[in-house]
């Protein structure tokens, strides 16, 4: 434990570095907010500093179980440092919204309890947004170096393939360098992202907040209509296909642009899955919506279900239309999708499409073996045989999944939130999404939420980021046993 706070104290100091992005824009932009960012970081150098000093004599090297505990502190610890700036420049906020409010950035949530976003002093905006940037790096490489060891997840498939292994005996080195190739791709794609959205129309500075947002599926905007505020389909279909690239596995992005070839996608079963199903999924609500005349024309529709499915679908969270006064089955399909659609590997939320791929994998030779209980019939994706042990760890951690939605939506209903709205609102915390249906949908946000209601969508964005395991692995006897 205490050596966990060591390590949790020199992450809590390094992550003032992060601080430096918004003092610049605040010199740039002369918004007043300079000394806030630079007390906010002092404060953070200092208490990491002093935990890292005051546990220095437990030092030592980490073991894999010593990650569960180390990601959900840091995870819970830097929301707090976030939340610091926040209550410093806009003094309305409590400590529980801006908890919120960071925990949703860090999160890559996007959900937000702020209104007036136009008006924001823009490095408050510019941090709001950078907090999306790091928190989707900091997933992938949770993705790759810590929940492998869970069992539960789909990196045991790319093992081979990315540039450092992970082994499943202790911390190595060669985490550190797959976290520079995937912190080196990452960069690079959002690089490429900016200066698109600028070309398709943005200011330098809208340009850089979303394409943050973008990268890490987040959904934080500069403007309280979100996308909408631009009205540009040049935009919509730049940030397509920014979103649809960070819900892929980075792993394959690595890989294709070492090898400049468009194989590794091939390859990749949950590429192929989430392309078909956005496509489908797209289309199947542009008919909808051309059949029930809520657009002039076929090619209106399509336009904004491209835009609207592709960004809930993917646990990103923009938004160009009201969503809620389309036809009930279109913002329930596009939540449905949120759970599932994402790629192992990638920044986005939910259960993930290649526990999804099992299930049907399994469902389908559970059918056959009722037909011929003695057939040999393995479990297979992209052509790899999946072992029983990943494929029991996958149906437990999917039960937990709706097992903790349930019980999170029943806290909710508790303090006599509306049915739809409980659901959904937490539904999109737990997936990382942000807009619900109804009050907390694309018309509104979250700051309708009691302190009670904002805690509890709080535990489920932590939940659902963590991938449920990471977190309830903590509150098991065995794992504090020696």
């Given amino acids: 434990m205490l050596a966990v706070a060591h390590v949790l104290g020199l992450m809590m100091a390094f992550f003032s570095i992060t601080f430096l992005m918004p003092l610049i824009c605040s010199l740039i932009m002369q918004d007043g907010t300079f000394k806030d960012f630079l007390f906010a970081a002092t404060i953070n150098i200092v208490i990491g500093l002093l935990i890292a000093g005051l546990t220095y004599r437990f030092k030592r090297e980490l073991k894999p179980r010593d990650g569960f505990l180390l990601v959900t502190l840091s995870w819970v610890f830097m929301s707090a440092s976030a939340s610091i700036p926040l209550m410093i420049a806009l003094p309305q906020l409590s400590f529980t919204d801006a908890y919120f409010e960071a925990m949703s950035g860090w999160t890559t949530t996007g959900a937000t309890i702020l209104t007036g976003l136009d ?11 950078s907090l999306h940037w790091f928190g989707g790096i900091g997933i992938i490489v949770l993705a790759v170096a810590v929940l492998p060891l869970l069992g539960v997840g789909g990196m045991q498939l790319y093992r081979a393939e990315t540039p450092g292994p992970v082994k499943d005996e202790k911390l190595t080195p060669r985490i550190t360098e797959t976290a520079k190739a995937l912190w080196a791709t990452y960069t690079l794609i959002t690089v ?19 394409c943050f947002s973008a990268m890490g599926l987040g959904g934080f905007s500069t403007h309280d209509s979100s996308i909408a505020f ?9 940030l397509i296909f920014l979103m649809v690239a960070a819900s892929m596995n980075f792993s394959r992005h690595f890989l294709a642009l070492r090898r400049l070839s468009i194989k590794p996608y091939l390859e990749d079963s949950e590429a192929k899955a989430l392309l078909i199903l956005l496509l489908v999924s797209v289309l199947a609500v ?3 919506l051309t059949q029930r005349e809520i657009y002039p024309s076929f090619f209106t529709a399509l336009r904004h279900a491209a835009f609207n499915v592709v ?7 923009f938004v160009s239309q009201n969503y809620d006064l389309w036809p009930i089955f279109a913002p329930v399909w596009m939540l449905f999708l949120s759970c599932i659609l994402c790629s192992t590997g990638s920044t986005g939320g939910g259960i993930k499409m290649f526990r999804a791929l099992l299930l049907v994998r399994q469902s389908q030779r559970e059918i056959k073996l009722l037909i011929h209980p003695s057939a040999v019939l393995p479990v297979r994706i992209g052509g790899q045989v999946i072992p029983e042990r990943i494929a029991y760890a996958v149906l437990a951690f999917i039960f937990l999944y709706f097992l903790v939605v349930v019980a999170l939506t029943f806290l909710l209903l508790l303090d006599d939130v509306p049915l739809v709205q409980a659901f959904s609102t937490i539904i999109a915390s737990i997936n990382n999404c942000g807009p619900g249906i109804g009050p907390t949908g694309p018309a509104g946000n979250y700051q309708i939420l009691t302190n009670y209601q904002t ?8 939940l659902g980021r963590l991938e449920i395991f990471s977190v309830l692995v903590l509150f098991s006897p065995t794992y504090w046993q020696k």
């Fill in 119 to 129: 008006n924001l002093p823009p490095s408050i905006n510019f941090w709001r947004h």
């Fill in 192 to 210: 490429v992202g900016i200066f698109a959205l600028k070309t398709a129309g943005m200011s330098w500075f809208d340009a850089i907040c979303h």
């Fill in 230 to 238: 631009f009205n540009s389909p040049a935009i919509e279909i730049t």
């Fill in 286 to 288: 542009a008919l909808l």
């Fill in 311 to 317: 960004s809930i679908a993917s646990t990103t969270g």
């Fill in 455 to 462: 805690w509890i969508c709080t535990i489920a964005m932590l």
